[in-house]
């Protein structure tokens, strides 16, 4: 391990699995959540906004002092920190009366860990000496959408044969994995992307129009993808009155091996498709398959809409970085920081407004959705103001 950067991309495919645990074990919960501490669905989006307002805060912070402090020693204290949120999530509604503060407390740690995950993993990957940046790009980002199917799968499996109400257990056994990411980053070798004399500083990457341009293409990016898999479980125990367990599988299982395939696709198609160009037909699959979930009056229809979103978000996330990285070359971790704090700006408006909106309409998902269908095609825009300006810029 100590020689070997295919260590280091696999440590790396680790811990956006751990990331993956982060975000989507707790939503399987939700409607556990709802019944044994008596949680409504404002406070469920409140979980998710306490999530992913930690990940914004810590976004920031990494982007100023990760290389001050060196990506080895913030890596490393972003996994125990994951490892400490899974722990606690079942322990501390145990011990504390209060159970949904005991619920927010396990959740920031949880976005602790994942908010630094999200900052350092895609610099390191990208600092590894590999030939086709672009490809390992969405090849490291597509082991987040294993870990959700993994998370989803493994659970439900869990759930059916152990029970549900030994959810405490299966949280710390995911805690092993950030565990072993943990040890695994102790020992490879990891690379400097831009010294941090060379780096771009905030300002400049501030006064920038492209940068700009990214930055709302990443928000909307977090959010067209998080909007809805963290209301596809829910959507499809509501939506077809199935058991948990088939909801689960039809809802974020399906909805992230769509997203995955899409991710694997184009990483081996990297260097024959135009990043601008995928990303804007992404983003337009992504319109439709919002079309089809808020107004197929057939509910098996709109979950296939869920799945399809999966393919239009595959290349969103990592193709901005791309395009981002291609761009500004220089940009270093001050510019992998703040599209994290973008994107998790996206992952935190997304599915809380379309929580908020479907609470408001008497628990209505569709009416959610229809209002987070202004995040592709705002992307969409987004997209078609990249190009021109690269044109003006030829």
Not at 18 to 35: R, S
Not at 183 to 188: G, N, P
Not at 312 to 320: A, F, K, Q, R, V
Not at 361 to 381: D, H, N, Y
Request: hydrophobic letters at 55%; aromatic letters at 12%; one cysteine or more.
């Amino acid at each position: 391990m100590r020689n070997s950067f295919k260590a280091t991309i696999g440590a790396s495919c680790i811990g956006y699995i751990t990331q993956a645990i982060l975000i989507n074990f707790a939503p399987l919960l939700f409607i556990t959540f709802q019944k044994e501490f008596g949680l409504s669905i404002g406070q469920l989006s409140v979980l998710i906004a306490s999530n992913f307002v930690t990940e914004l805060i810590i976004d920031f912070i990494c982007s100023k002092y990760v290389s001050k402090i060196g990506y080895r020693k913030c890596v490393i204290i972003a996994l125990a920190l994951s490892v400490i949120g899974l722990v606690l999530l079942p322990i501390l509604p145990a011990i504390m009366p209060w159970k949904f503060l005991a619920l927010i407390i396990a959740t920031v740690f949880c976005g602790l860990g994942g908010g630094m995950i999200e900052v350092l993993i895609s610099p390191i990957v990208e600092a590894c000496p590999t030939e086709n940046k672009g490809g390992s790009m969405s090849f490291l980002h597509s082991f987040y959408c294993w870990g959700q199917m993994a998370v989803v799968l493994l659970s439900t499996i869990f759930f059916r044969t152990i029970g549900i109400e030994y959810w405490e257990l299966l949280s710390i056994i995911w805690a092993i994995v950030p565990a072993v990411a943990l040890f695994m980053f102790c020992f490879v070798p990891i690379n400097t992307l831009v010294e941090e004399s060379e780096e771009s500083s905030f300002k400049e990457l501030l006064s920038s129009k492209l940068f700009w341009i990214l930055f709302v293409m990443m928000l909307c990016a977090g959010a067209s993808e998080i909007a809805v898999s963290q209301w596809a479980s829910a959507f499809a125990e509501a939506g077809l009155g199935v058991a948990k367990w088939i909801g689960d599988l039809i809802g974020p299982c399906l909805f992230a091996v769509c997203m995955g395939s899409a991710r694997i696709f184009y990483a081996k198609k990297a260097d024959k498709i135009n990043l601008e160009n995928g990303i804007l037909v992404s983003s337009l699959i992504c319109i439709g398959a919002y079309i089809m979930i808020v107004f197929s009056p057939i509910a098996i229809i709109s979950l296939i809409g869920c799945a399809v979103c999966g393919i239009g978000c595959g290349m969103l996330w990592p193709g901005s970085f791309s395009v981002a990285m291609k761009r500004i070359p220089k940009g270093g971790v001050p510019l992998f920081g703040l599209l994290a704090f973008a994107g998790d700006m996206g992952c935190l408006s997304g599915p809380v407004i379309a929580g908020f909106i479907s609470d408001a309409f008497g628990g209505e998902l569709k009416a959610g959705f229809l209002f987070s269908m202004i995040f592709p095609i705002t992307l969409a825009v987004m997209v078609l103001l990249l190009k021109r300006l690269f044109k003006k810029q030829k």
